[in-house]
């Protein structure tokens, strides 16, 4: 079985500041990872996601990620946090078997502060 | 044009009743989810559907039904409403299974009373 955890489920940091959002995942299989942003009142969009290949990743809005086998993480970074980052972030990692069936950590709130 | 939307964005009924959320994406994916995100934000698929099969269905109450009348479309039904059931709806939809991009719509706010 897959499954994901997120370290801290409130972060928060000054405008400016590095973020940092943990992201620990656990699979049988070769994961897929994504991490996603939830805006309040809002649907869920897209930052991130390691399919294969290059183990950091570039998102939207300055996100990274860094997919690291040994340590079973996909923790996500921004250099300089802004106010509009303030958010609820999901991390995922895709089911067995392929078929898109995405399971997500708890989710981190991520506050910032002036 | 919104990518996903659904229909209706807030839902208030009373326990026992029957309720319809209707879902439909207009980026010609062939796969469409529902996900059901509780009062702590926790996120757990329910359904999915790939050109109007059914391929994942969870550990769900069969008072949830799931219909794709087309592969634009995934609706859910529900019967018999409970309180329990009180939480925010997402639909999906992906191409490419498993490596594709889910985009989401904007959720459907449902409380039960």
């Known amino acids: 079985a897959q499954s994901v955890t997120q370290l801290g489920s409130h972060v928060s940091v000054s405008e400016g500041a590095l973020v940092l959002l943990r992201c620990n995942y656990s699979?049988?299989?070769?994961?897929?990872l994504f991490w996603y942003v939830q805006y309040p009142n809002q649907g869920l969009q897209l930052l991130l996601k390691?399919?294969?290949?290059?183990?950091l990743v570039k998102g939207i809005n300055g996100f990274e990620a860094e997919f690291k086998k040994s340590e079973t993480s996909f923790h996500l970074t921004k250099p300089s946090a802004h106010m509009s980052d303030a958010a609820e972030y999901f991390c995922?990692?895709?089911?067995?078997?392929?078929?898109?069936?995405?399971?997500f950590g708890q989710g981190t709130t991520l506050q910032v502060k002036p | 044009d919104t990518a996903v939307s659904q229909t209706p964005k807030y839902l208030v009924t009373q326990m026992g009743n029957d309720k319809s959320i209707k879902c439909e994406q207009n980026?010609?994916?062939?796969?469409m989810y529902w996900y059901k995100q509780d009062s702590k934000k926790f996120l757990k698929i329910m359904f999915s559907?790939?050109?109007?099969?059914?391929?994942i269905n969870e550990t769900v109450p069969n008072r949830f039904s799931p219909k794709s009348p087309d592969k634009a479309h995934l609706n859910l039904h529900i019967n018999s409403l409970e309180l329990g059931d009180s939480a925010v709806y997402f639909c999906?939809?992906?191409?490419?299974?498993?490596?594709?991009?889910?985009?989401f719509g904007p959720g459907t706010r449902l409380l039960v009373l």
């Open positions: 999906a939809s992906s191409q490419e299974g498993g490596v594709g991009t889910q985009y």
């Open positions: 699979s049988s299989v070769p994961p897929y």
């Open positions: 390691y399919t294969t290949g290059a183990t």
């Open positions: 995922a990692v895709t089911g067995s078997g392929n078929t898109g069936k995405l399971i």
């Open positions: 980026l010609g994916h062939d796969t």
């Open positions: 559907y790939n050109n109007k099969e059914l391929i």
